[in-house]
C-alpha cells in the first residue's frame, strides 16, 4: 500500500528565512511524486512534480524539491520565504490511479 | 490554470435534509475525484469517475453518492445529512488522454458544509 508522511505538523519560519518541509512516502514501484499547498478556504495548488529524470524539480513561486530515492524522501525546499508562502503544504504519491495525500505541513510566517 | 468549480462555497444545513455539491470542470478532463477534509488532516478519496457513466467508491467509506452522466459533471449527494457530514468536501479532475497517464490533479476551491 501506498502512503506518505510528513512528520511536521506545524513549522515557524521568520520572512526571508530558508524552508524546508520532508516528505517520506511508501510506494512499490516509481512513485510520482506531487507538492501542492492549500491557502485557507481554498482547493490545492500545484506547486510541482516528479514523474523521471532530474532528481531536483523547479516548481511555481519559487519552489523547489528534491527526489532521493535512497531515502524514500520528497523534500520540499525554498530559499527565502515570504509572507505570503504562509499556507497548508501537502505531499503526495501515486501512479496512473489514485493519489495518497500526507496530513499536510502548516507554515507560519513571522515578521 | 485549471478551471473547476464547485458550489455552493460554504452550506450551513439541517440534520435530515438532502443535499448535493456541485462541481463542474471545462478542461475536459476523464477522471474526477471527491475528496472529504477535514482540519489537521489528509485528504481522503470518496468517490472518483473514469468516464461517464463510470462511479467507484473511494478509500474512505462515505454516505454520499455520486453520479457522472456528462463528462464535466460530477455531482455529489447526500440523502439526509447529519451532523458527522459536517467537512470540507473538494473535487478534483485529471487528464488521463494523449499517452502516459501521469494523475496530475486539478482541484477546486472546496464546498465547506456544516450539518446541525
Known amino acids: 500500500a501506498q502512503s506518505v508522511t510528513q512528520p511536521d505538523i506545524h513549522i515557524t519560519v521568520s520572512e526571508g528565512a530558508s524552508l524546508e518541509l520532508r516528505c517520506n512516502y511508501s510506494?512499490?514501484?516509481?512513485?510520482?511524486l506531487f507538492w501542492y499547498v492549500q491557502s485557507p478556504g481554498q482547493g490545492l495548488q500545484l506547486l510541482l512534480k516528479?514523474?523521471?529524470?532530474?532528481?531536483l524539480v523547479q516548481g511555481i513561486k519559487g519552489f523547489e524539491a528534491e527526489f532521493k530515492r535512497s531515502q524514500s524522501s520528497f523534500n520540499l525546499r525554498k530559499p527565502s520565504v515570504h509572507w505570503s508562502d504562509a499556507a497548508e503544504y501537502f505531499c503526495?504519491?501515486?501512479?496512473?490511479?489514485?493519489?495518497?495525500f500526507g496530513t499536510g505541513t502548516r507554515l507560519t510566517i513571522i515578521p | 490554470e485549471a478551471d473547476i468549480y464547485q458550489t455552493p462555497r460554504y452550506l450551513v444545513i439541517g440534520t435530515g435534509k438532502k443535499i448535493t455539491l456541485e462541481c463542474s470542470q471545462t478542461?475536459?478532463?476523464?477522471?474526477m475525484y471527491w475528496y472529504q477534509q477535514d482540519p489537521g488532516m489528509e485528504l481522503h478519496l470518496i468517490h472518483y469517475s473514469y468516464g461517464v457513466n463510470s462511479t467507484e467508491k473511494g478509500d474512505l467509506s462515505s454516505e454520499s453518492t455520486v453520479s457522472r452522466i456528462r463528462t464535466e459533471h460530477f455531482p455529489l449527494t447526500l440523502e439526509s445529512a447529519r451532523p458527522s457530514h459536517t467537512s470540507q468536501y473538494l473535487c478534483a479532475s485529471s487528464d488521463q488522454t494523449g499517452g502516459i497517464a501521469k494523475n496530475i490533479q486539478y482541484f477546486g476551491a472546496g464546498t465547506r458544509l456544516s450539518v446541525l
Open positions: 510506494y512499490g514501484a516509481t512513485p510520482y
Open positions: 503526495a504519491v501515486g501512479g496512473n490511479e489514485k493519489l495518497t
Open positions: 478542461m475536459g478532463h476523464d477522471k
Open positions: 516528479y514523474f523521471s529524470g532530474d532528481t
